[in-house]
């Protein structure tokens, strides 16, 4: 993709954003968010990507309500290009209303939701009358963004702005997954874990994420490419730092300990070896030439379809965190997390953390 194209878009929805009316006042060292993308819900039916985590999400949601967080969904939540919303809404109506329930407000207390490329059609002015038609009052309160400012130095977008099928001829890619994608999926039972995105097109994306936000020196936070980043890291990239660590950390241990370890960084490597071998030989991506280390600039939330489980991002009381949900017991998982002051002030004097 190109990142003159795609810098040009973020840089108009940033502009937008900046306007002190659409600025969402945030303490972010007292408040908490929790930010989620591309859900993707469906009909219910077996190209529906969300139905197996649906109940997994409905238990991170309650858990985030009794603990007082704010929810942004960021793009891609609805699955507008296989579904009309009217089916959509009657599979999920509950989901969407605790959405809608938690989610964070604009200082004219609107509820805001982001849109993405697979629920742009929210965003046009046709849909209105096609709600209007449905008889219900879900939206009535809701407002619709393409991207927006939470505080005054974090970034907010899907992400799919800039790409010619996703963004510019997004009415032809929504044809082709209708009638071609979703009867595959039916078929084959296929694309439980999101789109079939080309690892190298994924990290061309990303690339550019990081290089506009390393610009800006703005946090910048997206969804759409179903790979969860934190402060400009790959799970790879974090699996290889905690080996590291693991092995210094070795030589000063008594033999009980080391032996213990040495177990530890075993299974490390094997999870690196089968992230690897998915790579199918292709060079890493590094937003950064090593040895040098990235600025903490760009996260990313993840997706909820993935096939064990859904992933977040929690902003709380000074700290960021990325979290996995685990399907099956529900565990919530702490991936990583760091203070936010310190990303901040890292992305700030373009520095690594």
């Not at 609805?78 to 009309?84: A, I, P, T, V």
């Not at 604009?106 to 209007?132: A, M």
């Amino acid at each position: 993709m190109s990142y003159a194209r795609m810098a040009r878009k973020f840089n108009r929805i940033y502009q937008v954003a900046r306007r002190p009316e659409h600025l969402i006042p945030a303490d972010l060292a007292k408040d908490a968010f929790v930010l989620f993308s591309d859900q993707h819900k469906g009909d219910g039916s077996g190209a529906d990507d969300f139905k197996e985590n649906a109940a997994l999400y409905m238990q991170a949601l309650s858990y985030y309500e009794k603990m007082g967080f704010k929810l942004v969904v960021l793009g891609d939540s609805e699955e507008c290009w296989e579904n009309s919303y009217g089916r959509i809404l009657a599979q999920y109506r509950d989901v969407i209303k605790k959405e809608i329930d938690l989610a964070v407000a604009t200082p004219q207390q609107k509820k805001l939701r982001v849109w993405g490329n697979h629920d742009k059609e929210i965003s046009l002015r046709r849909f209105k009358r096609y709600y209007r038609k449905l008889g219900t009052t879900l939206l009535h309160n809701v407002n619709y963004r393409e991207g927006f400012r939470l505080g005054p130095d974090i970034f907010l977008i899907h992400g799919h702005q800039g790409r010619f099928f996703e963004d510019i001829a997004w009415k032809v890619s929504r044809l082709a997954v209708k009638f071609v994608w979703k009867s595959l999926q039916k078929f084959f039972l296929i694309g439980k874990e999101g789109p079939s995105e080309n690892i190298r097109l994924r990290e061309d994306l990303e690339l550019n994420y990081y290089r506009w936000a390393k610009k800006k020196r703005l946090l910048l936070i997206c969804g759409h490419t179903h790979r969860a980043l934190f402060a400009s890291l790959t799970h790879l990239d974090r699996l290889e730092k905690e080996i590291l660590d693991l092995e210094k950390k070795q030589e000063t241990l008594a033999p009980a300990s080391q032996e213990e370890t040495e177990k530890i960084i075993a299974q490390k490597k094997a999870e690196r070896e089968q992230i690897v071998s998915r790579r199918q030989g292709l060079p890493r991506l590094f937003f950064e030439t090593p040895p040098r280390e990235p600025v903490p600039c760009y996260f990313n939330t993840g997706c909820c379809c993935y096939a064990n489980g859904i992933t977040c991002l929690e902003l709380e009381k000074g700290s960021i965190r990325l979290v996995k949900w685990q399907r099956g017991p529900g565990e919530r998982i702490i991936l990583a997390e760091e203070g936010l002051g310190k990303i901040l002030a890292a992305i700030k004097e373009s520095r690594p953390v």
